[in-house]
């Protein structure tokens, strides 16, 4: 069982929910960890609150909302839902609306869930078993998706040759040294070495970040550059004091707009589970 599955009750899993608005779709999700004795109502109200404050952040990959509030009291015990809807929500994201499914996050502390995160990042990254997800019929059938206990379909040769091709580019130009070393390329005036750390940032610090975190520490890894740049996920609030100790921040446009200047540059991601996205703004913010 992976820790994604295993932070997931089945009767914390409601499938084709039907709800009038963004607002009603967290509280089924918090609802069911209400029910399951995870959580209190008022994480529920949290994880509503947050979005009202901050925008659709949550919304971090096309049709996916990852609802999640700070740990606080409310939180009885680190735990996941699961609810996909039957009719398509807008959160109010310029790109990854309309949302389909929806995965609320309690935690109890910064760390109790960072694996079932990366476990969550990957799934969602993959573009077979993210379709899978909006057709399994019950919790079993999705508890076979995220412990990957289930029979794959072939990959379709043009999305097989698509994720060769950015391999292949990422292995050619990321294969280069230390960004704050490398001397191979011309560099203009302006140009200081690197700090050796990147900051992902949400509103709560332990959530959509790590999203975007573990998206980012892979890209790196392909480009042989994991091993001279930290990354942190981080909060809006952290962020602002932070900023100056990275080269610069990836974090969305609801929570830029927060943040305004900090100093360094702030980069919009919109899909936080896009390999191929990522690595875009990594060749424009370092110039590769």
């Excluded at 079932?116 to 990042?121: R, S, T, V």
Aim: aromatic letters at 6%; glycine letters at 6%.
């Amino acid at each position: 069982m992976s820790d994604l599955s295993g932070l997931l009750r089945d009767d914390a899993v409601a499938l084709d929910v039907t709800v009038r608005d963004w607002r009603e779709a967290i509280r089924v999700a918090g609802g069911l960890l209400e029910d399951t004795g995870s959580i209190t109502s008022a994480y529920t109200d949290a994880m509503v609150d947050s979005v009202d404050a901050n925008g659709p952040y949550i919304v971090v990959a096309p049709g996916f909302a990852f609802a999640h509030a700070r740990p606080s009291e409310a939180v009885k015990e680190t735990a996941l839902s699961w609810v996909r809807l039957k009719h398509p929500i807008h959160f109010g994201h310029a790109k990854n609306d309309p949302v389909t499914l929806v995965v609320a996050l309690a935690a109890q502390n910064d760390s109790a869930h960072t694996s079932a995160m990366k476990d969550l990042a990957k799934l969602l990254g993959n573009r077979a078993k993210r379709e899978r997800l909006d057709t399994v019929t019950s919790a079993s059938e999705l508890r076979q998706v995220l412990d990957g206990s289930e029979k794959q379909a072939p990959v379709d040769k043009p999305a097989a040759e698509t994720a060769a091709a950015h391999k292949a580019a990422s292995a050619s130009t990321g294969a280069a040294a230390d960004p704050a070393a490398d001397t191979s390329a011309p560099r203009d005036e302006e140009t200081v070495p690197s700090k050796g750390k990147i900051l992902t940032v949400c509103g709560n610090g332990l959530g959509t970040s790590l999203f975007l975190k573990n998206t980012l520490e892979d890209v790196l890894t392909q480009w042989g550059w994991a091993k001279y740049l930290t990354v942190e996920a981080t909060d809006t609030i952290s962020a602002k004091g932070r900023a100056k100790e990275a080269d610069f921040l990836l974090t969305s446009g609801e929570i830029a707009r927060t943040l305004g200047d900090v100093g360094v540059p702030v980069y919009v991601i919109d899909d936080f589970t896009d390999e191929i996205e990522i690595d875009r703004a990594l060749r424009s913010l370092y110039a590769v």
